[in-house]
């Protein structure tokens, strides 16, 4: 009977442990360079504005207060300026931690979903991002925060998503053109979030393969296409400049024009033109798994 009580508390001890938030030494960036890095990011790929804005635009005050849905219901982005009522007075770190682990100042676990990707980001690039959020118009808003029961805090993903810590993330190298441009899709843009397939009970998501019904919270929907390199499924036969010009414009080959509501092109045209490049590079050489499974039967 002793021991039972002893694996169980060294169990519940453990998972203490691994839960306690990793803290990883961040420095105060400051500086041009990083400062302009950010906003590229901020206001382009990373499109902080898409949940953070007041609006979901790209010059929009990062006030928070819009409402997204996660597995656990509903949740309100939160105040990301630098106001009594935002991350005014956050270190580094906690920011870092905040954007890439997604927890929270208190230690307590914030939504995974919304940052989800964002684990890998380089330190390069959260540096730049936490040096450009200290320059923004600070803004006075309380956002409700959502308020988690420990039961479901500590069930589905949650605990798990927490394990893994990243230390110290390098930069890519921008030369290596498609790594470079995988790191950007997966862990800036993270287009996958909306274009991986629907999970379902017979299949997990599929990487980029489209199908997902995507909500605005008036209710309107979408659904997001498969925009791997097949030339049957996906985007194969577009040239890498028609996938830039889509970056930049919302406008397919054909004069079709997507709804920025849904894929925000109008924040992807505020980045870098040669990681719009990269994008392409790296989308063209992505298999379908419905290729995969065509060529199967
Ligand atoms: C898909 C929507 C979405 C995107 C994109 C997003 N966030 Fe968030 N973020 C949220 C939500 C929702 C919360 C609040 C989560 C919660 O309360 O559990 C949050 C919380 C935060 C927090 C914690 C603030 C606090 O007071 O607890 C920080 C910091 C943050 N986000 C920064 C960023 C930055 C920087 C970016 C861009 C690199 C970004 N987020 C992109 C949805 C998003
Ligand atoms: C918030 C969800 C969301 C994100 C994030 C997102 N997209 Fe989209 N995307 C959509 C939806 C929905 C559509 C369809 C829009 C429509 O029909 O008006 C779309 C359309 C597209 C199309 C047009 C494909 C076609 O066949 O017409 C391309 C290409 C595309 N997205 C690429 C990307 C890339 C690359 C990224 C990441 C850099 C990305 N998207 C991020 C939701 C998203």
Redesign the pocket.
């Known amino acids: 009977m002793k021991i039972r009580f002893l694996i169980a508390f060294l169990i519940i001890a453990t998972l203490i442990g691994c839960l306690s938030a990793p803290s990883i030494p961040t420095p105060e960036p400051y500086g041009q360079r990083y400062i302009k890095r950010g906003a590229e990011l901020v206001k382009g ?1 990373a ?1 902080c504005g ?1 949940c953070h804005g007041d609006s979901a635009q790209p010059d929009s005050p990062l006030s928070g207060g819009r409402s997204f849905e996660d597995k656990y219901g509903e949740v309100l982005a939160a105040n990301i300026t630098p106001s009594q009522t935002g991350v005014g007075d956050w270190t580094a770190e906690e920011l870092s931690r905040a954007i890439r682990f997604s927890i929270g100042r208190d230690e307590e676990p914030l939504s995974i979903e919304a940052h989800e990707g964002y684990r890998w980001m380089s330190d390069q690039d959260v540096y730049s991002i936490i040096a450009y959020l200290r320059t923004v118009k600070p803004v006075d808003h309380e956002v409700e925060r959502r308020s988690l029961s420990i039961v479901d805090r500590y069930t589905v993903g949650l605990l798990e998503s927490h394990l893994t810590v990243a230390g110290y993330v390098p930069s890519l190298d921008s030369r290596n053109v498609r790594e470079y441009g995988k790191y ?2 997966n862990n800036l ?3 996958a ?3 991986n397939s629907p999970e379902s009970l017979l299949e997990e998501e599929q990487f980029l393969d489209g199908g997902k019904e ?1 909500k605005l919270s008036s209710g309107e929907n ?6 791997t390199g097949s030339k049957t499924f996906g ?1 194969g036969s ?1 040239t890498q400049s028609e ?1 830039v010009s ?2 930049k414009t919302g406008q ?1 080959p054909g004069n ?4 920025q509501r ?3 092109t109008h924040f ?1 045209k505020n980045a870098f033109g040669q990681d719009l490049f990269a ?1 392409a590079k790296y ?1 063209k050489s992505v298999e379908s798994a419905d290729a995969a499974a065509d060529a199967d039967e």
Do not use: G
């Not at 079709?256 to 709804?259: F, G, P, Q, R």
């Open positions: 790929l499109a898409y950007l899709v843009a993270r287009c979030t909306c274009h995507i979408r659904v997001a296409p498969n925009i985007i577009w996938i889509y970056l397919a079709k024009i997507s709804d849904f894929c925000p992807y994008i989308l």
